[in-house]
């Protein structure tokens, strides 16, 4: 619903008919996949991915986080936090088995709402921020730099390493990733299908900040969020809008290009090999 009227026009302010009052931050009708706290001093509100075992991000998960930045955003929160539930991963990525030889009707829904939760970060009207306490491969990374700010916790991986299993990613995806690192590297580590550790995401600046825990991480991600408190938040947003309107509007003016480009390159014996032995390969780590 907010999507769709920041899609009308990037540049007005959301005309949110919001009749929820603030706080009241139940699940309403999602599956219960996420969840949300509302920190009662700060008004920041925490958005967990609560889906065992690793986040994987299915339509149900999708369709609950996009519900719940809505919810987040109509409620007047200072500011939304990205974390896990898990404590080992932030999340997995895209479901693979939503990829794999695929009912084209679901999977034109599947990546719709992708498309759809990758607006919903990018447009989120208040101050984003991930705290990335586990892994963050693929998607899970993609949604991290739609955020504004990053703290991630050691001995994780993060990235996109969508070649090596003949993946490619549409371009509104690497936009994403550029937003965050120069171009240069974006290149290399896109062609290398590369996933950096933590420290190695915090030398080339994919994060910001490195935490020892994930109370930590919180407490640095609501820092963030605390610096724009002498902003006005009407300004802010706008700005912030009009700094990420060429990348959304990369997605936004052929939305129906880029899901044939994908639901044809999945279909390919190229990608539904590359995947097939991915998949194996996950199933022979055990
Ligand atoms: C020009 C047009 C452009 C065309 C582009 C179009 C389309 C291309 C699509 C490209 C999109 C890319 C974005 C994505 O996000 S694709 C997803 C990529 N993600 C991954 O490859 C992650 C795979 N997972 C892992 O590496 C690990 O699971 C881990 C996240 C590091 C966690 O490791 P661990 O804690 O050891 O857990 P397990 O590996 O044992 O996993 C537990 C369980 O979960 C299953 N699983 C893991 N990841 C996924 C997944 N992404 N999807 C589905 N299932 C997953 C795993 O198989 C285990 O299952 P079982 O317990 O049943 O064995």
């Avoid at 937003?179 to 933590?198: D, M, W, Y």
């Avoid at 407490?219 to 938040?233: H, L, R, S, V």
């Avoid at 990348?247 to 390919?268: F, H, K, P, S």
């Amino acid at each position: 619903m907010l999507r769709n009227s920041l899609i009308g026009s990037l540049r007005q302010i959301k005309p949110i008919l919001c009749s929820q009052s603030l706080r009241s931050l139940s699940n309403g009708a999602n599956s219960g996949l996420t969840t949300i706290e509302v920190d009662d001093k700060s008004g920041i509100a925490t958005l967990s991915m609560n889906l065992p075992p690793v986040n994987t991000l299915t339509l149900n998960l999708m369709h609950d986080l996009i519900d719940s930045i809505n919810q987040i955003e109509c409620n007047k929160s200072r500011g939304l936090i990205l974390t896990s539930s898990n404590d080992k991963v932030f999340s997995a990525g895209l479901d693979l088995k939503e990829l794999y030889k695929p009912d084209q009707e679901r999977l034109k829904e599947f990546w719709t709402i992708f498309q759809d939760l990758w607006l919903a970060l990018h447009l989120c009207g208040i101050p984003t921020a991930a705290a990335i306490n586990g892994h963050a491969p693929a998607a899970g990374c993609i949604m991290a730099t739609a955020c504004e700010y990053r703290v991630m916790l050691p001995d994780f991986v993060i990235g996109v390493h969508a070649t090596r299993f003949s993946f490619l990613v549409s371009k509104w995806m690497m936009l994403s990733y550029q937003s965050v690192l120069p171009r240069r590297i974006v290149e290399r580590a896109l062609n290398q299908g590369k996933l950096f550790s933590t420290q190695e995401a915090l030398e080339v600046g994919l994060i910001d900040e490195v935490a020892g825990s994930k109370k930590e991480a919180l407490a640095q991600c609501a820092a963030f969020i605390g610096t724009f408190d002498k902003a006005n938040p009407i300004a802010r947003t706008l700005t912030k809008r009009m700094c990420r309107d060429s990348d959304v509007t990369e997605l936004l003016r052929d939305r129906a290009g880029d899901l044939r480009a994908c639901v044809d390159y999945i279909n390919t014996p190229l990608f539904q090999e590359g995947l097939s032995a991915h998949l194996e390969g996950l199933k022979e780590k055990k």
